[in-house]
C-alpha cells in the first residue's frame, strides 16, 4: 500500500523556520487530497492544513499567517513552510493521504478523515 513519505524535522530556536517535505510518489494530487498533521504527547492528532485535489487548502487557527504549504505537482511533493516556530509547535509531524470521496464533501482538518500515513518526522523548538 502507498505510503506518504515526510522528511525535513529537526530542531530550532523559536522564532526560527523549517520546510518539511512530504513525497507522495504513490498518490496523485488531482485524485487525492494531502494534508499535514501533529501530534504532540499526550495530545490529541491536529490537522494543519489540508490541500484539496484542486490545489485548495485550509489551515488550522495555531498556525494561520505563520505556515505556508505549496505543491510540486511533477515531483509529486508537497511542502509545509514553517515560519515563526514556538516551542507548542514542538509535534511529531504526519503526512497523510485520501482519495477525494465520490461526493466530493468539503475538505476537514480532521485526521478520521484520511487513511494513508506517513512514519512522521519530528520537530522540536526550544526557548
Known amino acids: 500500500q502507498a505510503q506518504p513519505v515526510e522528511s525535513g524535522g529537526g530542531s530550532v530556536q523559536a522564532g526560527g523556520s523549517l520546510r518539511l517535505t512530504c513525497d507522495v510518489a504513490g498518490f496523485t494530487f488531482s485524485g487525492y487530497r ?17 490541500t484539496g485535489n484542486e490545489g485548495s487548502a485550509i489551515y488550522g487557527d495555531s498556525v494561520k499567517g505563520r505556515f505556508i504549504v505549496s505543491r510540486d505537482i511533477p515531483k509529486k511533493i508537497l511542502y509545509l513552510q514553517m515560519n515563526n516556530l514556538q516551542p507548542d509547535d514542538t509535534a511529531r509531524y504526519y503526512c497523510a493521504a485520501q482519495i477525494v470521496p465520490w461526493n466530493n464533501p468539503p475538505c476537514r482538518l480532521v485526521a478520521g478523515d484520511y487513511r494513508n500515513w506517513g512514519e512522521g518526522t519530528q520537530v522540536t523548538v526550544s526557548e
Do not use: S
Open 34 to 50: 494531502i494534508g499535514w498533521f501533529r501530534q504532540a504527547p499526550g495530545k490529541e492528532r491536529e490537522g494543519i492544513v489540508v
